[in-house]
């Protein structure tokens, strides 16, 4: 089993600004997933995660609000820019194949 | 967009009674996926099912893999308040790229 680490875990944030969420995987993954799950919903994926590639972002979500990087088999970041109190939702990361997931980073925008 | 269906959306019952949660979609998966989610935490996997017609049996909990691999249900026996949380099925695509589509959720509230 994979153990996935989430920084932080949770976070107040001023509309406007940009945060960025790591994820740390305790062994080499090769696809890492990040989602989204607005208050009392379900999980929407927001994008794929290769190592040495783009990410792959799923319809209603891009590149210059939510950039992804991939610098290796074991880490990830996603960064929400230039937030708005529609943004608040926790973000969650998992690897593939075995569908772990860390504890998620509860993100609240004021 | 390709959606699953999961129903009912809220389910409160007392413990002891049995429940069965629907899971429910139009397109084929490699295979399906049950999990459990608890406030402030991410989602646990409970169950993974791949051939269709599969049945799959975790304590009290029996999930069942539609012929057809487009649907699933998970069945609880005499539910305990521990039981409480949201329930999440995944179905998982493989086809093209490799990605997990989760369905709408049930949100069980087991009172003791």
């Known amino acids: 089993s994979a153990v996935i680490s989430q920084k932080p875990s949770r976070d107040i944030c001023q509309r406007g600004t940009s945060l960025t969420i790591q994820c740390q995987v305790d062994?080499?993954?090769?696809?890492m997933f990040w989602y989204r799950q607005q208050p009392g919903q379900s999980l929407t994926l927001i994008a794929t995660?290769?190592?040495?590639?783009?990410?792959?972002?799923e319809s209603g979500f891009v590149i210059d609000k939510f950039p992804i990087s991939r610098p290796n088999l074991t880490f990830s970041t996603l960064t929400v820019s230039n937030m708005s109190p529609e943004d608040s939702s926790i973000y969650l990361c998992?690897?593939?194949?075995?569908?772990?997931f860390g504890q998620g980073t509860r993100l609240t925008v004021v | 967009t390709q959606l699953l269906e999961q129903s009912p959306q809220f389910l409160s019952i007392q413990e002891g009674e049995n429940l069965t949660v629907y899971c429910n979609s139009s397109?084929?998966?490699?295979?399906l996926q049950w999990y459990r989610q608890e406030p402030g935490e991410g989602p646990v996997l409970l169950v993974t099912?791949?051939?269709?017609?599969e049945v799959k049996k975790l304590k009290r909990l029996t999930f069942q893999f539609g012929d057809a691999r487009k649907d699933s249900s998970l069945h609880i026996t005499a539910a305990q308040p521990g039981d409480t949380g949201l329930y999440l099925c995944?179905?998982?695509?493989?086809?093209?790229?490799?990605?997990?589509?989760f369905g709408t959720g049930t949100r069980l509230k087991v009172l003791a």
């Open positions: 998992s690897v593939a194949s075995e569908a772990f």
């Open positions: 062994s080499q993954v090769t696809m």
């Open positions: 995660a290769n190592q040495g590639s783009e990410a792959t972002y």
């Open positions: 397109s084929v998966f490699s295979s």
């Open positions: 099912v791949v051939t269709g017609g």
């Open positions: 995944a179905g998982v695509k493989t086809s093209g790229t490799y990605k997990y589509i």
